[in-house]
């Protein structure tokens, strides 16, 4: 009970300071709202040739459809981004898929879907004021940028986090690079991929970067990607 106690006080850390950084940056510098442009463009071709691989393009009586897809970086960036409306909790994504096999990360992210996902529910919105009374003035929009290498298997994340930055602003490794950070972030993940799947019928049985595409492996519901008010 007391090592989850530290990480979790750890992780609340780390959004302490993201608060304080976001609230000095938005109110002095608001220029820094503009996601990092990482070069990669949304496109109705891109998204449709996505849907085409996931078996997403077809009508069908399944609930489930299995996948077994590669997707270069403008399909996943399209799929995130295409057509979406202006209150998405993503919006303005970016992902551009390196052939190193990391993963650049560049977005607006909603406030509350951003702490929900990390967090993943380990702490409640008292905790987080308690700890960060600055939270409540931190913008409703936050741009993010993460490079990021690892994997999914089965619904579990093992992913290191190698850059990070909020609101244009760099953040010191010291915040995200050590085991027991590393380790918080990947179990904040884990647990809503898990919820996710549960939810939605469908499981990330396998999900990595490789030689600068996604390989997607897996079961997504029928319906996936094409709601536009997501």
Request: charged share 25%; glycine share 6%.
């Amino acid at each position: 009970m007391k090592k989850k106690s530290k990480k979790k006080k750890a992780l609340i850390a780390v959004f302490v300071i993201f608060v304080v950084l976001g609230v000095v940056i938005g109110v002095f510098v608001y220029n820094m709202h503009v996601p990092k442009n990482l070069g990669v463009k949304v496109s109705k071709e891109a998204y449709d040739s996505a849907l085409k691989k996931l078996n997403l393009d077809k009508d069908t009586d399944k609930e489930v459809l299995d996948v077994d897809a590669r997707l270069t970086s403008e399909e996943v960036t399209s799929l995130l981004g295409y057509n979406k409306s202006e209150d998405s909790a993503l919006q303005k994504v970016q992902v551009r898929v390196n052939k190193d096999d990391t993963v650049d990360f560049s977005g607006v992210v909603n406030k509350e879907f951003l702490l929900e996902t990390m967090l993943g529910g380990s702490v409640s919105e008292e905790s987080l004021l308690e700890s960060a009374p600055a939270l409540k003035y931190l913008p409703n929009k936050l741009t993010v940028y993460f490079n990021f290498s690892g994997e999914v298997v089965n619904n579990t994340t093992d992913i290191t986090v190698n850059k990070a930055s909020l609101m244009g602003v760099g953040l010191p490794k010291s915040l995200y690079k050590k085991k027991d950070m590393q380790e918080s972030i990947n179990n904040a993940l884990s647990s809503f991929l898990k919820e996710q799947a549960e939810q939605n019928k469908g499981s990330f049985d396998m999900v990595k970067p490789q030689d600068g595409e996604l390989v997607v492996k897996g079961q997504l519901p029928a319906t996936a990607f094409q709601n536009s008010g997501n």
